[in-house]
Nanobody
Framework: QAQLVESGGGLVQAGGSLRLSCAAS????????MGWFRQAPGKEREFVAV????????YYADSVKGRFTISRDNAKNTVYLQMNSLKPEDTAVYYC??????????????????WGQGTQVTVSS
């Protein structure tokens, strides 16, 4: 399994930006799709974005499309989530995750086998 460590969360005003990073170790990072998920208080964890192993394919939740961008640097074993035009409803703990199966691009939580500890993002109105 991969070990994942997120960073970059914090407190930001509505309309602001944050960039989350997720550093991976312990597995062939470049062979697996990587995803970002989030969980707000009292709500279930939900899909945010996913990127294929090569970076050539990305998918987003409708709620973040056009505002968030997922990217990866396989040389650095790191995946990023650039978040712009943040809204109070984006407040959540954000988790990165690695897909269980090589070369599979998926948005389903059950298809991800390694998870980071999460980083808090708080957007004030």
């Amino acid at each position: 399994q991969a070990q994942l460590v997120e960073s970059g969360g914090g407190l930001v005003q509505a309309g602001g930006s944050l960039r989350l990073s997720c550093a991976a170790s312990g597995r062939a990072f470049s062979s697996y799709a990587m995803g970002w998920f989030r969980q707000a208080p009292g709500k279930e964890r939900e899909f945010v974005a996913v990127i294929s192993w090569s970076g050539g394919n990305t998918y987003y939740a409708d709620s973040v499309k056009g505002r968030f961008t997922i990217s990866r640097d396989n040389a650095k074993n790191t995946v990023y989530l650039q978040m712009n035009s943040l809204k109070p409803e984006d407040t959540a703990v954000y988790y990165c995750a690695a897909a269980k199966n090589r070369a599979v691009v998926t948005t389903l939580i059950a298809d991800f086998g390694s998870w980071g500890q999460g980083t808090q993002v708080t957007v004030s109105s």
